[in-house]
């Protein structure tokens, strides 16, 4: 009989101490939090499907903690800078700054680039074009030194010592496991979300009706999409639509747009990247949407206003070999554009902003 009873209490203790391992093994500050799959559901409006990579389809909690690392400081070195600090909601996502400032004082050494509709670029990230996939750029400006000067290391071992954090990895994820891939995934997925679809533009467009847009924009419509034509000055378009073309004005191209003259570039832009001498003085095209809203323009940001890329375009234009050709073929005569035609065309693109984006809160910050 007492070693039956003995057998008994020796089980029961067994299987205590088993159960108190399990509870140990799951901390109790995530009781109650659970995986949550449940699909995001992007509102992509007149666009066509996003090409969303299969790999990290995204979720409603995925694109939340994307959007909760999006504005967290804890990725900077010193608490001070999230992605948000140069990529601000009411500037499209950009900086107004040539060239933002990190946490050590210094300067970046390109102009930030606006994030939305980056579901559907399907070349690479960065001016240069040297991160494949928005995951891999989301990784890169926490450790430069000119930016947010932080080892992903360190920002695990801060995250992971926050409940909330803990707690939302295992929402997103299926378990509390915070690593520099997830990190990225996550950002990826909130990155993706942002889309921007409902300027005057886009109005136009879903309803046919050129009635909504002034006369002076109307003018600049025509020039926008209007080819260039030397021969018929009086019927030769500003040619805007042979790079800025398509429902995101872009083209998901690398090229040399005239900045600079050959043996004069300060920044070798996609060779810089792939080494190729056929790169040089090629960055990537960006989307005009809410161009009204992104001062300073191009990757060095030179020009404050779009009248001086205006006037960049029209006569500006420097020769290099690598020079695109649409270009090139303009520069005996420019573009030929009028002070009018000129306010026309900013008049055009101003249509082009989506003041939606700017407020919406679901890309703004959620502490």
């Given at each position: 009989?007492?070693?039956?009873?003995?057998?008994?209490t020796?089980?029961?203790?067994?299987?205590?101490?088993?159960?108190?391992?399990?509870?140990?093994?799951?901390?109790?500050?995530?009781?109650?939090?659970?995986?949550?799959?449940?699909?995001?559901?992007?509102?992509?409006?007149?666009?066509?499907?996003?090409?969303?990579?299969?790999?990290?389809?995204?979720?409603?909690?995925?694109?939340?903690?994307?959007?909760?690392?999006f504005?967290?400081?804890?990725?900077s070195r010193?608490?001070?800078?999230?992605?948000?600090?140069?990529?601000?909601?009411?500037?499209?996502?950009?900086d107004?700054?040539k060239?933002?400032?990190?946490?050590?004082?210094?300067?970046?050494?390109?102009?930030?680039?606006?994030?939305?509709?980056?579901?559907?670029?399907?070349?690479?990230?960065?001016?240069?074009?040297?991160?494949?996939?928005?995951?891999d750029?989301?990784?890169?400006?926490?450790?430069?030194?000119?930016?947010?000067?932080?080892?992903?290391?360190?920002?695990?071992?801060k995250?992971?010592?926050?409940?909330m954090?803990?707690?939302?990895?295992?929402?997103?994820?299926?378990?509390?496991?915070?690593?520099?891939?997830?990190?990225?995934?996550?950002?990826?997925?909130?990155m993706?979300?942002?889309?921007?679809n409902?300027s005057?533009?886009?109005?136009?467009?879903?309803?046919?009706?050129?009635?909504?847009?002034?006369?002076?924009?109307?003018?600049g419509?025509?020039?926008?999409?209007?080819d260039?034509?030397?021969?018929?000055?009086?019927?030769?378009?500003?040619?805007?639509?042979?790079?800025?073309?398509?429902?995101?004005?872009?083209?998901?191209?690398?090229?040399?747009?005239?900045?600079?003259?050959?043996?004069?570039?300060?920044?070798?832009?996609r060779?810089?990247?792939?080494?190729?001498?056929?790169?040089?003085?090629?960055?990537?095209?960006?989307?005009?949407?809410?161009?009204?809203?992104?001062?300073?323009?191009?990757?060095?940001?030179?020009?404050?206003?779009?009248?001086?890329?205006?006037?960049?375009?029209?006569?500006?234009?420097?020769?290099?070999?690598?020079?695109?050709?649409?270009?090139?073929?303009?520069?005996?005569?420019?573009?030929?554009?009028?002070?009018?035609?000129?306010?026309?065309?900013?008049?055009?693109?101003?249509?082009?902003?989506?003041?939606?984006?700017?407020?919406?809160?679901?890309?703004?910050?959620?502490?």
């Amino acid at each position: 009989m007492r070693i039956k009873t003995l057998i008994i209490t020796t089980i029961v203790l067994a299987i205590g101490i088993f159960s108190c391992k399990e509870e140990s093994d799951t901390p109790a500050q995530n009781a109650g939090v659970s995986w949550d799959k449940t699909p995001f559901v992007t509102d992509v409006g007149h666009f066509p499907p996003a090409q969303l990579n299969s790999d990290n389809l995204p979720t409603v909690q995925g694109v939340k903690l994307g959007r909760m690392l999006f504005y967290e400081t804890m990725l900077s070195r010193d608490g001070s800078m999230s992605c948000a600090s140069c990529h601000i909601q009411k500037f499209a996502f950009t900086d107004t700054a040539k060239f933002s400032i990190g946490v050590e004082g210094l300067p970046g050494k390109r102009q930030a680039m606006s994030v939305f509709n980056t579901a559907w670029h399907t070349n690479e990230f960065f001016w240069d074009g040297r991160a494949h996939l928005i995951r891999d750029q989301s990784l890169l400006p926490i450790q430069d030194k000119l930016e947010m000067n932080e080892t992903l290391e360190n920002v695990v071992s801060k995250l992971s010592g926050t409940k909330m954090y803990s707690d939302q990895f295992i929402r997103a994820f299926g378990t509390d496991e915070i690593t520099p891939e997830r990190m990225s995934l996550a950002m990826e997925q909130f990155m993706n979300s942002i889309v921007s679809n409902k300027s005057k533009y886009d109005l136009f467009l879903q309803n046919k009706d050129s009635s909504i847009f002034t006369d002076s924009e109307k003018r600049g419509l025509d020039l926008f999409f209007g080819d260039y034509n030397k021969f018929f000055p009086d019927e030769s378009g500003a040619d805007c639509a042979h790079c800025h073309g398509g429902f995101n004005f872009e083209n998901d191209r690398y090229m040399n747009n005239g900045l600079d003259a050959e043996g004069s570039f300060a920044d070798e832009g996609r060779k810089s990247a792939t080494g190729n001498p056929a790169d040089l003085g090629k960055f990537k095209v960006v989307s005009l949407r809410n161009i009204e809203l992104t001062a300073p323009y191009m990757h060095d940001g030179r020009f404050t206003t779009l009248e001086q890329v205006i006037d960049h375009y029209n006569d500006g234009l420097k020769s290099s070999p690598t020079l695109d050709p649409a270009l090139q073929q303009t520069m005996e005569t420019g573009l030929m554009l009028s002070s009018q035609d000129k306010a026309d065309l900013v008049a055009f693109l101003k249509t082009l902003t989506d003041n939606e984006l700017i407020k919406n809160e679901e890309f703004s910050d959620p502490f």
